[in-house]
Every structure is written in C-alpha cells, then in structure tokens.
Nanobody
C-alpha cells in the first residue's frame, strides 16, 4: 500500500519560506503512475488545490499561488517538495500531499486522489 508522509516545520514566521516534503513509500515515483499534488485546508475553509508535479517534472500551479510557489520531485529519494515563498498568516493550514492517476487542475475532491494522507499542520505566526 502506498503511504505518504508530509514533513516540514510546524511553525513558520510570516514572510518566510515554507518548505514541505512528501515522502512516498510502498511505490516508486519513477514508475510514472501518478501526478503528485499538494493541497491545503485553512481552518474553517475549504480545501485549496495548490499544484502538482508530474513524473517528468512538469509542474502545474494554482494561478493564485503560481508566483510564489514551486513543486519539484527528487526521484532518487522518492520525494517531492513544496516551496512557498513569503507566507502570510493566512497560509496557516493543514497541508496534504496526494497522488492522482490523471491530471486534475484545481481538484479538491478527495476521491480524485488515489491516496490521501493525514496531512501536516503548518502555523504561520510570529
């Protein structure tokens, strides 16, 4: 069974850079079966699709975040990483990594993703 583990800082000061890494186990990203996505959910709000990276390294980002974020994969480590620049307090959220078999731009329906991890809480506060 594929398992996903988000890792990174639980607390980030405003305007700093947030980096979160998703480690994949139980499957190899090199198999090229999935698009690897990042989704977040601020408290009291809906899920927000952030973006995905493909096996080939192609990236697709939310228009609202494109200027400040990047996703890249590290195939030897079986990981992919979210990098979000200059985070505001509104970036406080639970962050999830999740794979999908097809490319669903903007998708926030959990059933579109093959696996859905537990997520990691990130608080942006001074």
């Amino acid at each position: 069974q594929v398992q996903l583990q988000e890792s990174g800082p639980g607390l980030v000061k405003p305007w700093q850079t947030l980096s979160l890494t998703c480690t994949v186990s139980g499957a190899s990203m090199s198999a090229g079966l999935y698009y690897w996505g990042w989704i977040r959910q601020p408290p009291g709000k809906d899920l927000e699709w952030m973006g995905v990276v493909s096996y080939s390294g192609s990236t697709y980002y939310s228009p609202s975040l494109k200027s400040r974020m990047s996703i890249f994969r590290d195939l030897p480590k079986n990981q992919f990483t979210l990098r979000l620049l200059s985070v505001a307090p509104e970036a406080t959220a639970v962050y999830y990594c999740a794979p999908s078999k097809r490319l669903f731009l903007g998708a926030t329906t959990k059933t579109l993703y093959v696996y859905w991890g537990q997520g990691t809480q990130v608080t942006v506060s001074s």
